[in-house]
């Protein structure tokens, strides 16, 4: 790319552009060419001085000193006045992250996901999540000071069903394997030493759960969370930890720089308990929220567990939203399941199973509608740590249809909203049985009453698996489906595209 000394002329030219910048100084922009976006290519880079002159020195050489190592000029790169690059989106359209970013900068550094609708792409916050700079979808440059959107509304051409609408399976492409590897770990002995391991290289995985950020999120637009089990790991629940990992194209996993997978451990033996169940957000704060199940673990029975992070390799302290044992009506007998939570707007909304258990002190539920002893769950919070409340016969999630039979019930579920459709992946096993089998796809505009597809996206060998939504227009939802199998313990992935019909 140029050098500094070819932008002096145009700097001069600059207005100030007064934005609040993660430490409190000003930020400004250097205008160069034209962008792939349509607009004017903008450098931002930290005033250095309160001298204009000095500042113009401190972006020239700031700028000379970005690596030529991405695809042409970056479009946008952030880089402070000693010429640190912070990341950016090269000519390709792709972002990165300088990895010469120390970890205390990168903890600052927030990358914002947005519900859809809010017409921000992607966004620069302080520490205290404050918007203080993003880019919209159109490619438009806009200084936000001191704002966040909490409240975002469903574009006119996001996807709706009309009155008797209906949503049908138009395509699913064939099996493609996903590639991931990490060394699962095990129960230690009583003395916390000797945990067992094993080296999983691309069987041994189940739960997905994945997360897709256009632009990117800390470098890389797809994260997933999953836990070792099946495959290599067969039934040995002692290594069905929570993972992470994170991805360029869906299909190539990676674990982020400086993780310390698993991120849980079970407690040491004799003990058997086990974390299972994971499930990712990216919230409007910038912070990717994980969410996971505890079974037969101290701190309270069968419980589910939330942290959040800012860079998916540092991640906050576990809290637990409720335990078995702590909620009035739900006793240590009943199984809690497969959450998965849905932020739109102000509203945090949590899924999830619970099995009716005729234990004294637990929640026995009869049959209700077309579930008969597992039963879909839906609660609400304004935050991701609640309050959520108790469980009641009020929170049933209905089912218009039963296609998997009055033999089978829920095991596990995953859903995500689009525009103003709810997407929910039912895995079923047999009635009474702590199994799974098929995999069914349901879909409500009220986010209470599920319709199902008459047939199975799979009959056999599936458990909890992930839809991830990569586009939608007025009549289509395209979609990557990660299909857990029981078989191999592989993460297969499907494209599918769905059509909405009148």
Not at 37 to 58: K, W
Not at 208 to 228: E, L, Q
Not at 274 to 296: A, E, I, K, P, Q
Request: proline share 7%; hydrophobic share 40%.
């Amino acid at each position: 790319m140029a050098g500094g000394a070819s932008l002096m002329s145009k700097i001069s030219e600059l207005p100030t552009l007064a934005a609040e910048a993660i430490d409190g100084s000003e930020m400004v922009p250097v205008t160069k060419g034209a962008g792939t976006f349509g607009a004017p290519i903008e450098y931002l880079a930290r005033r250095a001085a309160e001298d204009a002159q000095g500042t113009a020195d401190a972006i020239s050489d700031a700028l000379a000193r970005i690596p030529p190592i991405y695809n042409g000029d970056p479009i946008i790169a952030f880089v402070d006045a000693g010429g640190r690059l912070l990341g950016g989106f090269d000519a390709a359209g792709q972002f990165f992250i300088g990895k010469q970013l120390d970890p205390a900068s990168r903890e600052t550094i927030n990358y914002l996901a947005h519900a859809p609708g809010s017409g921000l792409l992607f966004a620069v916050t302080d520490a205290d999540n404050k918007v203080v700079f993003g880019i919209r979808d159109n490619g438009e440059i806009i200084s936000l000071p001191g704002t966040v959107p909490t409240s975002p509304v469903a574009a006119p051409s996001a996807p709706a069903l009309e009155m008797g609408g209906r949503i049908a399976l138009k395509s699913m492409s064939p099996a493609s394997l996903t590639s991931l590897s990490t060394t699962a770990v095990g129960r230690a002995d009583s003395d916390g030493l000797n945990a067992p391991t094993i080296l999983l290289d691309g069987a041994g995985f189940t739960h997905p759960s994945i997360v897709h950020v256009r632009g990117g999120w800390n470098g890389f637009p797809y994260w997933m969370a999953v836990t070792p089990y099946f495959g290599p790991i067969g039934s040995q629940s002692e290594y069905e930890n929570p993972t992470i990992f994170c991805s360029l194209d869906g299909i190539a996993w990676q674990e982020p720089d400086g993780i310390s997978n698993p991120l849980d451990l079970p407690n040491n033996a004799p003990d058997s308990d086990y974390w299972s169940d994971t499930h990712l957000v990216l919230g409007d704060d910038g912070r990717l929220h994980m969410f996971y199940r505890g079974n037969g673990v101290s701190r309270g029975g069968r419980c589910i567990t939330h942290r959040s992070s800012r860079d998916g390799t540092t991640w906050s302290s576990p809290i637990d939203l409720w335990t078995a044992n702590s909620l009035a009506n739900v006793g240590t007998e009943n199984l809690l399941l497969s959450p998965t939570f849905v932020k739109y707007g102000a509203r945090w909304t949590c899924f999830d199973v619970i099995a009716s258990s005729d234990v004294a002190g637990s929640l026995l539920l009869p049959a209700q509608g077309n579930q008969t002893s597992r039963f879909v769950m839906r609660r609400d919070a304004l935050e991701p740590d609640g309050p959520w409340g108790d469980y009641g016969t009020d929170q049933v999630v209905h089912f218009t249809n039963r296609p998997w039979g009055t033999e089978y019930d829920p095991w596990h579920i995953n859903v995500e909203r689009v525009g103003e459709i709810f997407l929910m992946l039912v895995s079923t096993g047999p009635v009474g049985v702590s199994s799974s089998s098929g995999l069914w796809l349901a879909w409500s505009v009220d986010g209470w009453n599920f319709t199902v597809l008459e047939e199975p996206l799979f009959s056999a060998a599936t458990y909890r698996s992930a839809l991830v939504v990569e586009d939608a227009a007025a009549q289509k939802i395209t979609c990557r489906l990660y299909r857990a199998r029981t078989d191999n313990g592989r993460i297969d992935h499907h494209e599918l595209t769905l059509e909405i019909l009148p």
